[in-house]
């Protein structure tokens, strides 16, 4: 009898100790184990949040002025200008006085929006690019059915048909040879 409840008393122990590693949650406040469901622990009234925020802070920054400037200047040599930006940020922050800092930092900033409008610009030409080729293989594939098409009518005799087709597929371009050539079976033909 003794071991049955020794047992069930163990077994009940088992249990809890589950439940409480997955339903339970530790007061940041006072550490208190609360039920996971609980809006505001039991023991100080502490409100928990829907989401406790489990990020780590940022490691505090513990450079020197010297190597602060030294980063910076490294980064700023080799045109990193945001990351220029930062360091020399941090510069100021240490030294609000550096007039230097300062000047680097807007140089820095002036950089960065030359180099985003620098990539604005070529991102608009690649894009017309892309328009032009389109509109380009478009027209091709154009001037290609109506050449094919034109000469199916000419070799059926369908002259004033085939004309229709002709003069348009040339599209502006007057030196086209196959269109001219295209235009002479058919002024040959109608004659
Ligand atoms: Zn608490």
Excluded at 12 to 19: A, D, E, F
Excluded at 38 to 56: I, Q, R
Excluded at 73 to 94: D, G, M, S, V
């Amino acid at each position: 009898m003794i071991r049955v409840i020794l047992r069930s008393g163990f077994i009940m122990i088992l249990l809890s100790v589950t439940v409480a590693q997955a339903d339970t949650k530790i007061c940041p406040q006072c550490g208190t184990v609360n039920w996971i469901d609980a809006k505001f622990c039991k023991d100080c009234g502490y409100e928990f949040g829907t989401n406790e925020p489990t990020v780590s802070p940022e490691p505090e920054d513990t450079r020197t002025l010297e190597e602060v400037l030294q980063d910076a200047t490294q980064a700023f040599n080799a045109k990193k200008w945001e990351e220029a930006l930062e360091h020399y940020e941090r510069l100021i922050e240490l030294d609000p006085g550096n007039v230097l800092a300062k000047e680097k930092a807007s140089e820095c900033r002036e950089n960065i929006t030359e180099e985003k409008k620098r990539r604005e610009a070529m991102e608009k030409a690649t894009r017309e690019k892309e328009e032009y080729d389109s509109w380009r293989t478009g027209a091709m594939e154009q001037r290609n059915y109506r050449t094919q098409t034109a000469k199916g009518l000419l070799e059926t005799g369908k002259v004033k048909e085939a004309g229709k087709y002709i003069l348009p597929a040339f599209a502006g371009d007057y030196d086209w040879k196959p269109g001219r050539e295209l235009l002479k079976e058919a002024l040959e033909k109608s004659d």
